[in-house]
């Protein structure tokens, strides 16, 4: 799995994150969680980046299978 982690660059709101519901990160939401961020917990990716589209948080983590699975050949 690729772990993207995006931020804006002039965010109205900072320490806030539009992440999918359920997803521990790899340990990164706790991490982040420590030094104070707020999570908004969306249903699915798509959610999560219009959330970010908006300006509605500074940052959005999405996660992502690698392209090798995406495209792997059906035997």
Excluded: C, W
């Excluded at 249903?43 to 948080?57: G, H, V, W």
């Amino acid at each position: 799995m690729n772990l993207d982690f995006y931020a804006h660059k002039k965010a109205e709101f900072t320490r806030s994150v539009a992440a999918i519901r359920g997803f521990s990160y790899h340990g990164f939401r706790k991490r982040l969680m420590a030094q104070g961020y707020e999570f908004f917990e969306l249903p699915n990716s798509i959610s999560a980046i219009q959330l970010f589209k908006k300006k509605r948080t500074s940052d959005l983590f999405l996660i992502f299978p690698p392209l090798t699975s995406i495209f792997k050949k059906k035997t």
